[in-house]
């Protein structure tokens, strides 16, 4: 499958297509049993997640991830803020002062789904020496999205 990547503006949009039902994907965003299977950039070893499934419901991913210097914890924070099964889901980040906001679109296409996510409003910023952090994001999301396409294509031929 292709993915398109774009980042703009603070902006990062991301249109991947699943060659699996749209009931399937969005669950695999929703139900927290398959969330660990797949959330999280590529060194992500270990994810413990908290969603409420509606509107104003946590949407929390607390996360190991190994490092050359070893292990550390990034919990992420985040409160839904759209929820309309199975065509989409929005939830604002609470981890920075400027809140990010996270949309998901789920597209029944002959192919399976279509998934677009925009990532929106992205500060501007360093996280380490030269690196930006919209380029941390657009790593971490491009990472987690193709374990998603891995572990999906698993769960259909567990089926």
Same mark, same amino acid.
């Given at each position: 499958m292709t993915t398109q990547t774009s980042v703009e503006n603070g902006n990062l949009t991301v @249109? &991947?297509? +699943?060659s699996a039902p749209i009931e399937k994907v969005f669950d695999a965003w929703i139900q927290t049993s398959k969330i660990k299977n797949w959330w999280g950039c590529a060194e992500c070893t270990d994810v413990r997640s908290e969603v409420? *499934?509606?509107v104003g419901g946590k949407y929390n991913?607390?996360?190991t991830i190994d490092t050359p210097a070893g292990q550390h #914890? @990034?919990? !992420?924070?985040?409160?839904? @803020? #759209? +929820?309309? *099964? *199975?065509? &989409?889901?929005? +939830?604002?980040?609470?981890d920075i002062e400027d809140k990010m906001l =996270?949309?998901?679109d789920f597209v029944e296409v002959p192919e399976g789904t279509q998934v677009t996510l925009v990532h929106?409003? =992205? *500060?501007d910023m360093k996280v380490? !020496?030269?690196?930006k952090l919209s380029d941390v994001i657009t790593g971490g999301w491009s990472a987690a999205l193709e374990k998603l396409d891995i572990f999906l294509n698993s769960e259909k031929q567990a089926s």
């Open positions: @249109v &991947r297509t +699943y409420e *499934p509606k991913h607390h996360m #914890e @990034v919990e !992420g924070f985040a409160t839904l @803020v #759209e +929820y309309d *099964p *199975p065509k &989409r889901l929005a +939830y604002t980040s609470n =996270i949309t998901v929106a409003n =992205i *500060p380490q !020496g030269d690196v």
